[in-house]
């Protein structure tokens, strides 16, 4: 058996450490420089960080999501930074690697958490529009109620009810969403019946006149009374006037008071508002009359008596 030349292994050994020494001497500078753009860069993220910070603060409401978009473009400016340093010292080939396997585990995340990526989009978008605020009345798909919080993946509503809804993001977004708070002023419509004995027009003006004296009423000029139908015992009137909103008194305090109130002006005027009546007309077109019924009614009872005296 022969045993391999020790002299020749070694030279090669030594020949290819001095090769790795000399290349290692030669990127000392490009390694240096590297160093210095990795340590820049992440200067200049965390700069460029604090500054975005304040803007997305300001921005949006949620602080989650300020936080998270000010976290997202300080990565991407260390990676950019890493690249180009790595590009810098000559490793090209890695820096594409590095590139394609980002965008395959992206994909692959996107997939795997479709559901949250959609609400995440959902929630940047929201913050960018702005539909509402927190604090602000909304309503959407069946929800009512003042808007809590905003995060990135759902929103959470307090009903009037008492109760906390946490909808995803994508829900508020893709569909029809009410914001009773945005304008600032809302319409209360309040229903109300006359006898068929009253008129509808000083029903009206006696309405108008008493509601507009009400401190909470703005847009007094808008103030209305329109007849809506006819009932079964009276002519149905609906009350239009604008309320600020939100705002104090409350929604629900202001209804109340200007129920009270039509039915003190209707009464103080004369004007009735009828419990349900029932009219049974025997005369109408078409039907018999009273009278003509209770005759034919008491003549077949007495012609029923004569027979039976006479059997």
């Known amino acids: 058996m022969d045993f391999p030349d020790i002299e020749k292994i070694y030279t090669l050994i030594d020949e290819k450490l001095q090769s790795w020494i000399e290349n290692g001497i030669k990127h000392v500078p490009n390694l240096i420089v590297a160093l210095f753009i990795a340590i820049a860069f992440g200067i200049v993220a965390k700069i460029v960080g604090n500054l975005l910070n304040k803007v997305f603060t300001k921005t949006f409401e949620s602080t989650q999501i300020a936080s998270l978009l000010t976290s997202i473009c ?12 790595l590009d810098f010292v000559g490793l090209k080939g890695t820096v594409t690697s590095l590139l394609a396997g980002a965008g395959i585990v992206g994909l692959a995340i996107g997939f795997a958490f479709q559901d949250l990526t959609e609400n995440f989009i959902a929630g940047i978008a929201m913050g960018i529009r702005k539909p509402f605020e927190i604090g602000d009345v909304i309503k959407a798909e069946g929800v009512f109620g003042t808007v809590e919080s905003i995060n990135l993946r759902n929103t959470h509503v307090e009903t009037f009810y008492g109760q906390r809804e946490i909808i ?4 508020l977004f893709r569909n029809i969403l009410t914001n009773y708070s945005v304008l600032g002023y809302r319409r209360i419509e309040v229903p109300v019946g006359i006898s068929y004995a009253d008129d509808p027009v000083e029903a009206r003006k006696v309405i108008v006149e008493a509601i507009n004296k009400k401190n909470y009423v703005i847009r007094k000029d808008e103030t209305a009374v329109y007849a809506q139908s006819f009932g079964d015992s009276s002519v149905n009137l609906l009350v239009w006037f604008w309320i600020s909103y939100p705002g104090d008194p409350g929604f629900m305090e202001v209804r109340h008071d200007a129920v009270v109130t039509v039915r003190q002006a209707l009464d103080d ?43």
Request: glycine share 10%; aromatic share 6%; proline share 5%.
């Open 74 to 85: 300080k990565i991407l400016i260390l990676i950019a930074g890493i690249f180009l340093a």
């Open 168 to 171: 995803p993001n994508k829900i």
């Open 269 to 311: 005027a004369g004007i009735l508002i009828p419990f349900p009546i029932r009219t049974l007309d025997f005369n109408a077109k078409g039907s018999d009359n009273l009278n003509d019924m209770l005759v034919d009614n008491g003549s077949t009872a007495g012609d029923k008596r004569a027979e039976g005296r006479s059997e």
